[in-house]
């Protein structure tokens, strides 16, 4: 399988990926190329020109500030789980990192390209809603900021307006009592989620003072956070029973996927199901 | 004879040029001013041609030619084994074309071949042909594909029935035996379509030499001379020996590389067209499209049993999917290498098998690791589990009560059965004894009771199976429409500084032959392995051959080599004889060297073979030379069995499945190389497993298979297992000279009812009385089955 | 189209590439170096793997271009010629290979492994496994051979 014809440029810096952006407007961003390049060889998708963004030194790095960790859009799956500061702070993002395709996808794959193309299997998706993280984005009128619940807009779609780039992902620092997790049931070929649930909460003196829960892989429609679960935790005590009680709303008023994997019914159980472990992990019980 | 070397896990000599990236696969070779091709397939699953137009892609920059269906449509591959209708009549045998003119009848039958100076070039050329297809409704399930109404898939197939077929007692002994029965066990099943997947594609390189007129052509397969002998006699019409057939490094067959491809034709026919190499290599989409498909049956069975849980007799219809167009075996897998084996273990008195094969708008289905016997042994071992859930019986005692005695078949006689086999030698008792003791059977149903209180199932599953492998005496198999024989050649050629190169019609491609043979031959021989050269996959170098499939490189092609050995330490006695001025009956062999019995007087395996080529002091009428080719032709087949055990694990909440045990005690007669039967078992026990749990083709309504790349078929990865914990018991094969019986299928057959018996049993000790659980048992499925 | 140099198992090499050029083609088809090899085209099997700049990756789903200024090493450079890597010797030591087509990239993959970890436990190995596929072994003797290679087997098969 061989892509069709392109052309191949790659940018120096953000400011020239973004004019060459401008310049061409049948080109495409190339990052990992983990899903660009398959899609091209199978000829679902055929850009007249690709711009190589993976090696712009100003989109792959990590560094921790007082309010947030930022993320360059351009850091590889493996960078993000095998950072420190990543490692102490986001336990989700740990445990959805490691569950990404595999190692060669790992080393190739970058976070800015996982939510630009938004797959409503892909992982990374779910984290950012549960950790309540910030998409930076840049185009030639400037930069905005942009809530990761309002990033993620449907299936493959994203609120990227044409020519502007993922640059930046901001995920604030976890206060007292925080905690997170991502469990994930894979599609047994791909290993894409057929259910991923990332929670992140925050417990203060035995009591769940936050809550969020978001999934991936349930919904056609892409990545959500689903908030009856949400608000059925709040002010409750971490219990397992707390926990049964709110997931058993899970996924309610979604219009559910279906492959020949899952069904729909079969996989508003696993909602629930990945919740409740999501959810007894970050509780830690 | 010396003993250094057979029986020893001897490291494979084949393994250097693997693990340093020189092996040399069809894809690897290049030849001078070699050009690329590209099949334009159809993407409906049956449809009318109505035009078919080429003139934008021809005019490409870089097309060299453009084949179609109107060029070469006439040509059409064989298929190898005739069967007949009940009532006597030939079954249906509609053509199989190179390239498709008029109707496609499955998705991705051949329409178009493009061939140019790149592969790019080639398929952005296929890319603007231009096809206007009429769309037709599409059949792919072989049970509805008879019933009236359903899409014809060939106009000349009434019903889409290939044939009818049985096999067993007569039809009234059995009604009456089940009639008789105290219990009937019965089960409707699927034995699902599965995608091969030798992680080597398919790849040909057809080329023409018009100086000498002559044809190679370098393929993917598991056996050269066949793929010569169909192609020029039955599809291009070439005299035979104007074609070479190279099979080099072959990455893994497991069947679907046995049979004659249209491709390999197209190549050779575009070769020639164009005076110029011709390369084709297949996508992973195209061979879960093109490589044929195996098992893929629908099956009602009863099992009847007496008062006291003897088996009094086996009721069995099945409707064999044979898909859109016979391939090479296909019509002998559901009959021969299925019906025959469905005496299992058991004493079974009263047996009958309907059996219908049928066309579909599917890929064709042929053989695949185990061929028709996984799909026997599926369905016997799991009535006898389900029979003794459901009579409440231990289901080893079950099988117990009804194993057919050890025998050794020297002593005692093989064991008839009521399908036509008989088999050689068998302790059958043996190999289950070993597997519990293995398990800790006490202890598991233990740990199962305390499993239960949880939200994690335990489950066991015994699987005791039987094959019929060493394919095949060719008197026998010619008897039942086979259109081949089914010897092996091995010649052994002697050179005059001792050294041996050895040829074999065998073909390895993962088997190890280079080292097992090697071990045979420098044993028998008593010279060091080094000194050993084993030669395969070329019909220039190797005389003959009819390949390696059915568990029988060893059984046939190893005996071939060794009854060339013996001719040549029966002449290299002569010559030594000679010099050493003795009669031959004096002389022994062994350790390599000819010695005059009782004395210290000898010769060295060297001196013979230097005065075989230098025959100055020599005997009278005794050519020179050491040199010899042998035709080996079994007496029967060989009869390897064994006992699979698995356990599982069954998340409650969730339905998946894990295997946290697999024992497997086989028994394949003997063994020349430890390490590398393991290994065989190994493989097919993933292979097995894997359908079990992951694979399954699945079609949607238009019969377009849904699952059609890696993304969408679950391949076994390697967290999908635990280490496997094998063990072996040794009854030798009585009838050929080294005793051995064929590994290479056992893993595959015996293991998949084994998964499927423990995650009902599991299923049962939850409380949840299933019959089945289809396969793959997808943890949707398990858990569907525990919400009823 | 693109210029790119690369340094491939230490030797250095420019050419003008199509764009669309997939890495694995450009090591086998340009480079001759047939080790590396394609076992499908949705990025499955990694049968491709190689090391571009000391990390495993899958050539196929690389383009050539991507490549451009980094270091390769494919399976024909894993060690230095005439001597074997470690893995090489665990592979044919416990008879982690048959038809070999999946075992270029099962080395590379194990080798990116046991760089990072030395020791791995059965289950990392098997976990660091799941995008290579192999049809023939079971990956039993696989798991051995990294095993053995991380010297963590007391002895060989017998
Ligand atoms: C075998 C395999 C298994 C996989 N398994 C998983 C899995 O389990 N879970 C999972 O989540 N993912 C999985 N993936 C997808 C993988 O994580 C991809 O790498 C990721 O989705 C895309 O990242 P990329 O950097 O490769 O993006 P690319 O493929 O380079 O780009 C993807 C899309 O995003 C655009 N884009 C890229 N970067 C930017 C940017 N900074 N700004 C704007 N647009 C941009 C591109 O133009 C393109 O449209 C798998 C992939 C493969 C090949
Ligand atoms: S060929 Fe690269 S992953 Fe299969
Ligand atoms: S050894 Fe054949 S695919 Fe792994």
Known sequence: ?285 | MSNKFIGKSIKRVEDKRFITGHGRYTDDIVLPGMTYAYILRSPYAHANIKSIDTSEAAAMKGVVTIMTGEEVGHYGVPCGWQVNFKNGDIMKEPPHPLLVKDKVRHVGDAVALVVAESREIAQDAAEAIIVDYEVLPAVTDASKAVEAGAPQVHDSVPNNICFDWEIGNPKAEVDEAMASAAHITSLDFVNQRLSPNAMEPRSYIGHYDNVYDRYTLYTSTQNPHLIRLLMCAFVLGLPEHKVRVVGPDVGGGFGSKIYHYTEEALVTLAAKKTGRPVKWTETRSEAFLTDAHGRDHVTFAEMGFDTEGKIVGLRIKTFANLGAYLSTFSTAVPTYLHGTLLQGLYTTPKIHLDMTCVFTNTTAVDAYRGAGRPEATFLLERLIDLAALEMGIDPTELRLKNFIAPFDGVTQPGYQTNVALQYDSGNYHGVLARGLEMLGYEDFRKEQAEAAKTNKLLGVGFSTYIEACGIAPSAVVGSLGARAGLFEVGQVRVQPTGSVSVFTGAHSHGQGHETTFAQIVADRLGIPMENVEIHHGDTESVAFGMGTYGSRSLAVGGSAIVKSLDKIIEKGAKIAAHKLECSPDDIEFADGKFTVKGTDKSLTFGDIALTAYVPHVYPANLEPGLDFSSFYDPTNFTYPFGCHIAVVEVDKETGATKVKRFIAVDDVGNVINPMIVDGQIHGGLAQGIGQALLEGIEFDSTGQIINASYMDYAMPRADDFPMFELDRQVTPCPHNPLGVKGAGEAGCIGSTPAVVNAVVDALWSGGHKVKDVRMPMTPERVWTAMQS | MPKISVTVNGTSYSHEVEGRLLLVHYLRDVLGLTGTHVGCDTSSCGACTIHLDGKSVKSCSLLAAQADGSSITTIEGLAPEGELHPLQVGFKEEHGLQCGFCTPGMIMCAADLLEHNSTPSEQEIREALEGNICRCTGYHNIVRAIQSASGQLETAAP
Request: hydrophobic share 50%.
């Open chain 1, 1 to 285: 399988m061989i892509p069709q014809a392109v052309d191949y440029k790659r940018a120096g810096s953000v400011s020239e990926a973004i004019s060459l952006l401008a310049e061409n407007p049948d080109a495409k961003i190339l990052a990992g190329g983990h899903s660009l390049i398959p899609a091209m060889k199978l000829r679902l998708n055929s850009p007249s020109l690709l711009i190589d963004i993976a090696r712009i030194a100003e989109l792959r790095f990590i560094t921790a500030g007082d309010g947030a960790v930022a993320i360059g859009a351009a850091s590889t799956h493996n960078d993000i789980i095998s950072n420190a500061d990543i490692q102490s702070r986001f336990l989700a993002m740990v445990e959805a990192g490691e569950l990404i395709g595999d190692t060669q996808v790992r080393n190739m794959g970058t976070l800015g390209g996982s939510i630009a193309h938004a797959d409503p299997s892909a992982d990374w998706p779910g984290v950012l809603l549960a950790l309540n993280a910030t998409v930076k984005v840049e185009g030639a009128g400037g930069t905005r900021e942009i809530a990761a619940a309002d990033f993620f807009t449907g299936f493959f779609s994203t609120a990227l307006e044409e020519g502007e780039i993922v640059t930046e992902i901001h995920i604030p620092n976890p206060v007292a009592g925080a905690n997170s997790s991502y469990q994930k049931f894979l599609q047994p070929a791909s290993r894409f989620a057929i259910v991923g649930c990332a929670v992140a909460v925050v417990i203060t003196d035995g009591v769940i003072s936050e809550a969020k829960v978001a999934f991936n892989g349930v919904s056609g429609e892409g990545a959500f956070l689903d908030e009856a679960v949400s608000t059925a935790l709040l002010g409750k005590a971490a219990t397992l029973e707390t926990i049964e009680a709110a997931v058993a709303g899970a996924a309610e008023g979604i219009d559910i996927n279906e492959d020949h994997y899952a069904s729909k019914v079969y996989r508003k159980h696993l909602a629930k199901v990945y919740a409740k472990r999501a959810l007894v992990a970050a509780c830690e019980l």
